[in-house]
């Protein structure tokens, strides 16, 4: 009986060690599992709230060992973040406040190239001011006076893309500068400088200039007509003087000044109402063979010699005004050799350039400051109305091309034109 009652007891004696056994063992389980558990937990929790729009912030959760230099280095790490969060902000802030105040409007092209966001600048400068800031289809811009930005936005820019442009919004007309810069991560950004105050600027002053070299040709023929006037009235009462002489004199001398006066406006008017470039397929080997001829024998010792390829020289320019040009540049050649001397007329093909030269071996060039000699009304003769150089060089210009002008080492003077992309084909 009593050893019935000994092994209950044991084995519930037993059964209890076990039982706390198992307790402190789960107790001691759970207790340095939390330890490890609840800053991994608290970091992932924080993770989390930062993926769903939160502030970044720090763990405050006390932490050992390895845990403890995991928190560490997590609240070191957001530290670094709200610092460089804070530049940023402070960068973007101080950006759109330059963008927002500067007179120079810029457009921000998405990565797509179909939508683009003005700053108040160039919202103004479209006409829109409402747009500032707000991201706007870029098809917005297909209205009248805005295509040509249009479509240079939509093509694919190479690195940098720069041009001249009118604007025309809200009856406003505006002449700007306008800089497109492909960014390396997608999208462009388009800086626009308006020039119209400076482009008006420049325009009142050349027409000032124009107006003073006018005043100037027109004044020197006046001197000698009222000469001629003075001198006729003076002898008019005078019975002892040859007053027929006299008058057919005076005549003659108001006539020729009067003559003067009138080229004088014909080449201004010419200038001023250079016709629009209309170029064609044409040969330019005749072109400048038929001008080469009317200089040939022109005057006794001075020779026009013509350098031209064995094929056909054929481009796609205007014949008339490019023959305009040539029969300029040779009168100015044959007016600066006044004895003796040549005339070389060439032209050659570079590529798909053509390239037409004019030498003489004359006087020379008083100066080779092109922006001088290509000025209206500038004349090294003493005579005429100095606007050939300047007719030649619009005519160069509107066909796309560059005049360069220079004395030659040898004497003389060398003018170069070259029309890039004129060339169509050589053919025998």
């Not at 409402?130 to 209205?143: M, S, T, V, Y």
């Not at 080229?263 to 016709?275: G, H, I, N, Q």
């Not at 470039?277 to 072109?287: A, E, F, G, N, W």
């Not at 600066?336 to 004359?362: E, K």
Request: glycine letters at 8%; a negative charge.
């Amino acid at each position: 009986m009593a050893r019935g009652t000994v092994t209950s007891t044991t084995v519930l004696v037993f059964l209890a060690i076990t039982l706390l056994l198992l307790f402190g063992t789960v107790w001691t389980g759970l207790y340095l599992s939390r330890r490890f558990t609840e800053p991994l937990l608290a970091v992932a929790d924080a993770t989390r709230r930062v993926a769903g729009g939160d502030e970044l912030a720090e763990v405050t959760i006390a932490a050992t060992d390895e845990m403890a230099v995991l928190v560490d280095s997590f609240n070191a790490m957001v530290r670094r973040v709200r610092a460089t969060e804070a530049d940023i902000r402070a960068s973007a802030n101080e950006m759109a406040t330059l963008l927002a105040t500067i007179p120079t409007g810029v457009l921000t092209v998405d990565a797509g190239g179909t939508t683009f966001r003005p700053n108040p600048a160039a919202a103004r400068m479209l006409g829109r001011p409402e747009w500032a800031g707000q991201w706007q289809p870029l098809n917005q811009l297909d209205r009248p006076g805005l295509g040509e930005l249009a479509r240079h936005l939509r093509e694919t820019p190479p690195r940098e893309t720069r041009f001249e442009a009118e604007l025309e919004s809200a009856g406003t007309a505006l002449h700007v500068e306008v800089t497109i810069k492909r960014l390396a991560v997608g999208g462009s950004v388009v800086a626009m400088d308006d020039l119209t105050e400076l482009v008006r600027a420049q325009r009142q002053a050349a027409w000032s200039e124009v107006a003073q070299r006018i005043a100037h040709e027109i004044k020197n023929p006046l001197t000698p007509i009222q000469l001629a006037a003075e001198r006729i009235q003076r002898h008019a009462g005078d019975p002892d003087s040859d007053f027929s002489g006299i008058v057919a004199e005076g005549c003659d001398a108001i006539v020729s000044q009067v003559s003067g006066l009138k080229k004088l406006v014909d080449s201004f008017r010419e200038y001023a109402r250079m016709p629009t470039v209309d170029p064609r397929p044409s040969s330019i080997s005749r072109l400048l063979r038929e001008a080469w001829s009317l200089y040939e024998g022109v005057r006794s010792g001075l020779e026009v010699r013509l350098d031209l390829p064995d094929e056909e020289l054929l481009a796609s320019v205007d014949p008339v005004l490019l023959t305009q040009a040539m029969v300029n540049l040779l009168d100015n050649s044959v007016a600066a050799i006044p004895d003796v001397g040549v005339i070389t007329l060439s032209a050659h093909s570079n590529g798909h350039d053509i390239v037409i030269g004019v030498s003489d071996t004359g006087v020379g060039l008083p100066t080779e400051d092109s922006k001088t000699l290509l000025q209206p009304f500038f004349s090294t003769k003493g005579r005429g109305s100095g606007i050939g150089l300047a007719v030649v060089h619009r005519i160069v210009t509107e066909h796309g091309g560059t005049l360069k002008i220079a004395n030659r080492a040898s004497g003389g003077a060398e003018v170069t034109i070259v029309l890039p992309g004129a060339v169509l084909n050589t053919a025998s």
